[in-house]
C-alpha cells in the first residue's frame, strides 16, 4: 500500500504558502481515499512543523540547517532526497511553485522513482492512485497510474482549498542532511521590469486586457495614456491577477504604443497561461484563444466589449456588457475606492 510524504520549504514564524497549504490538503485527501497515512516532511534554516500540527499526519520530519533557507536546487533537492528516504513513503507531494518544479525531477532520479509535474487532481478507484494532468494546451484530460515508487508530484495551485486547522506543537524527527557544494548564492529577489506585481495566482479574480485598449477608440483618439491608469488602478483596488491577450503583448515587440507593464508573462491562451480563479473578467478582447484556452479554469466569467457580435464573448463568457471598458472600469474604480476608503 502507498504511504504518502508532504513536502514543503518552512520557517518558523513564516506561515505556510496557500499553495502549499493546498497540496497538503490533496495529500490529506488522498490518504483518506487510499486508507493510508501520510506524514510531512519540512526544510529550512529552522523549520517548524508547530502550524500543521492538528493536519493528521503520522510523523513530522525535519530538515534543518542555515544552508537550507535559500530557494536553490542543490540543497532543495539534498533536503527532498533524505526526508524521502527517511519517511519511506512512496508518493511524495509538492507545491508546483519555482522550488519544487525545478526540483521534483532530481529528486526522483535520485530515490530511483519517476515523477510528474502539472498534476491537478488524484484519484483513488479501485484503491490504485492516480493523477490528471491536461494535454494538448489544456484541451483534454488524462488520468495517469504507473508501477514505478516512489512517485513524485507537483500539484497545482488552485485545485484544493488550502488545508486550515489549529497550530498547536508537532513532534518533529530530525533528519541528517549533508547538503554538499552549493554554488548557487542567492542575493536578492529582483522585481519584474516595471517595478509592479501584476501576476498574482492567488488572487481570485483574474482581470484580461485586450488589444482593443490600444485601438482607436469612437472619438477617434487612441488613449493608451488613459487606459494604464484604469488599469493599473483596478488591479490594486481588487487585488486581481492581470492576463492578457496575445495580440497586446505582442505590440511591444512591434514598437506600437501599449500597457508598458505588460510583458509575455502575462499573456493567456493557447501560447500562453491557462491560469486558474474564481473569477475572470475580460477587456477590449476578441480573440478565442484567450477566451477558449486562456479561461479554460476560470470558474465564473464576464466581459466587456463594444463589439456585440463577438462570438467568442458571446459563447465563452456567462454576462457579456457590450459598453465602452474605459466608461465601465472608471466607474468601478470609484466604486471601489470609496468601499476602500470605509
Ligand atoms: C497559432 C496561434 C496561437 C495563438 N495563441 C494565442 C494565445 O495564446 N493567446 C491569445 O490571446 N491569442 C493567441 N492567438 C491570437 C488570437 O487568435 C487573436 O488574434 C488574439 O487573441 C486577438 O487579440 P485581442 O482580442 O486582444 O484583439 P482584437 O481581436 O483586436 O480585439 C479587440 C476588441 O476590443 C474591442 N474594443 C475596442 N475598444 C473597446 C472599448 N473601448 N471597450 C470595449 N471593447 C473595446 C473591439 O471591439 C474588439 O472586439 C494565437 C493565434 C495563432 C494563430
Known sequence: MDTLLFLSPSEAGTPLSKQALEALAVTKQLAGALGTTFSVGLWGANPSADELAACGAAKFFVVAGAEFSEPRYATDAAAAEALGRASGATVLIGPAGSRWNRTLAGVAHRLGGRADSHVTGVSSEGGTLGIARWYYRQRMEGILTRTQRPWVLAVETGIAPAWQGEAGTAPVEAVACAPGAARTKVTGIADQAAGQQTIRPDADLLFVTGAGWTKKQPDGQVKVGEAEPLILDFLRLARASLGSTKSLVDLHGEGQATLTFLTHMNQVGQTGSTPRHAKGLSTCCHGEEPH????????????????????????????LYVADAFAVMAKVNASLGEKTEI
Request: net charge positive; charged share 30%.
Open 292 to 319: 477558449t484556452v486562456g479561461w479554460r479554469f476560470i470558474g465564473e466569467r464576464r466581459a466587456i466589449s463594444l463589439d456585440a457580435n463577438c462570438g467568442w464573448a458571446r459563447g465563452k463568457a456567462d454576462v
